[in-house]
């Protein structure tokens, strides 16, 4: 009797449900979904342990683009940072360097929006592989976070996220707020600049190089040159 002509009730098929149009029409759509593991890329898998099934995709990805394309939406993919591995009788990362051959990759990098654990909150979407994997060893299990960053470094991801030198070629860079014309880029240890002569030398790297967080071209810095 409730449900006869409810208007409060509706049951659709599954291709109106999970379709990614409907769902980004409703406002302020939030998704909630679980995982199995990640990768330090942002890949996440929710369906296999290596080629071993666990369950399907079901509709994870629909609303994963469904609510990151609504207007104020947003998309989270939850997960403990560890498991217990009864085979092995230890606990191991649920974030790792890279996923299990033969698992599937249920949200691809580029689709993945916040990813949750126990120990906070990483936005994944729009950033760089190096910045990603950096997100996610900030959430892992702290037990884990140093292998994390081993093997970050191993695949080419973490060495790079400290590797960008931003300086001003501006003559007489003093202390302070500086309005910067131009602002070059250089990797770390390939060229280094003389805070004295405002010169570089190819040959060698020196504690003079000031690293910066990204800023945009144009902005302001602060610089103790």
């Not at 759509?29 to 399907?56: C, H, K, P």
Request: proline share 4%.
């Amino acid at each position: 009797d409730y449900l006869d002509n409810n208007p409060e009730s509706m049951s659709v098929p599954v291709d109106y449900t999970n379709d990614v149009r409907v769902i980004s029409s409703l406002d302020n759509f939030i998704s909630i979904n679980n995982a199995i593991d990640v990768d330090l890329y942002g890949q996440v898998n929710a369906e296999s342990s290596g080629t071993r099934a666990i369950s399907g995709a079901g509709g994870q990805l629909d609303f994963v683009l469904g609510a990151y394309l609504s207007k104020g939406g947003k998309s989270f993919i939850c997960l403990s940072s560890t498991f217990f591995n009864k085979k092995t009788g230890q606990n191991e990362s649920r974030i790792r360097p890279t996923l299990h051959p033969g698992s599937v990759v249920t949200d691809t990098r580029a689709n993945t929006d916040y990813l949750v654990t126990e120990y906070g909150v990483a936005r994944l979407k729009g950033l760089t592989a190096w910045e990603r994997a950096e997100a996610l060893i900030n959430i892992a299990h702290p037990d884990f976070r140093e292998q994390l960053i081993a093997d970050a470094e191993k695949m080419g991801l973490w060495r790079k996220s400290r590797s960008v030198v931003f300086y001003s070629v501006l003559d007489g860079l003093e202390a302070g707020n500086v309005g910067c014309k131009l602002l070059v880029i250089i990797p770390t240890g390939a060229v280094s600049v003389d805070r004295t002569s405002g010169g570089n030398d190819s040959s060698s790297s020196r504690s003079e190089h000031k690293i910066f967080p990204f800023l945009p071209f144009g902005d302001k810095i602060l610089t103790e040159w």
